[in-house]
């Protein structure tokens, strides 16, 4: 399968800071991209819908002040955590899907783990 | 995007078939059931999809009723590494249509020595 690549894998940061977190996809063009957000033991929350050159689509009850989406490019979207606070701290996942016309699978980047200390 | 029901989890001996159900009674003929899975502390992995046929890979096979109401995931020769949350989703076909994939709770797949 295509693959989806999260930069950092974890990432530790300050209470009040930004954290960026970037999700490439390395061998095919993504017109989509998802944002997910995950706690300990529980499913994939969807967080907001990211077209390339458009304005991110949030999921009810997401901030979007506070989670900051940019998708520039076909192979880039980068997620910004902004005023971090530890309740914030959950492992955060994107996902990129091709532009054919069809419904094609969505691959998964590996996760980055946000602790907000 | 229809609601899926899948069991809270499963046990399954190695070198078994495992197989994982999911009810999606109220799916619509324009979605596609597809099954991903998530190993601790990864991202999920695309498995199989399908719409009305049967389907096989290289990593399972994927059973659909008649009705399309439900299906089950087979994993022919169980191992350690397929220990994982199994995710039924049901989703849009088409592209334009936005083809989200909302996750529910999922299926804890234990595989026993």
């Known amino acids: 399968g295509a693959v989806v690549s999260q930069h950092p894998s974890w990432v530790i940061c300050k209470s009040g800071t930004s954290v960026k977190i970037e999700c490439r996809s390395l061998?095919?063009?993504?017109?989509?991209m998802f944002w997910y957000r995950q706690f300990p033991k529980q499913s994939l929350m969807l967080m907001a819908t990211?077209?390339?050159?458009?304005?991110?689509?949030?999921e009810q009850g997401v901030e979007k002040d506070k989670f900051l989406i940019n998708h520039a490019s076909l192979t880039l979207s980068t997620l910004t955590v902004t005023s971090a606070h530890p309740e914030d701290s959950s492992f955060y996942i994107c996902?990129?899907?091709?532009?054919?016309?069809?419904?094609?699978?969505?691959?998964f980047g590996q996760g980055t783990r946000l602790t907000v200390v | 995007d229809a609601k899926t029901t899948q069991p809270t989890s499963m046990d399954c001996a190695e070198g078994r078939a495992a197989n994982l159900p999911c009810n999606h009674s109220?799916?619509?003929?324009?979605?596609?059931v597809y099954w991903y899975r998530q190993i601790h502390s990864q991202g999920p992995q695309y498995i199989i999809h399908?719409?009305?046929n049967n389907e096989t890979n290289e990593m399972a096979s994927l059973i659909i009723t008649e009705d399309r109401k439900s299906s089950t995931l087979i994993l022919p020769h169980a191992t350690l590494r397929d220990t994982a949350v199994y995710y039924c989703?049901?989703?849009?076909?088409?592209?334009?249509?936005?083809?989200?994939?909302?996750f529910g709770q999922g299926t804890e797949l234990s595989v026993k020595p």
């Open positions: 989703i049901v989703r849009a076909l088409l592209y334009n249509q936005g083809g989200k994939l909302i």
């Open positions: 990211s077209n390339e050159g458009s304005k991110a689509t949030y």
């Open positions: 996902s990129a899907r091709g532009n054919s016309l069809m419904n094609t699978e969505a691959f």
């Open positions: 399908g719409l009305k």
């Open positions: 109220t799916i619509s003929g324009n979605e596609y």
């Open positions: 061998d095919f063009q993504a017109t989509t």
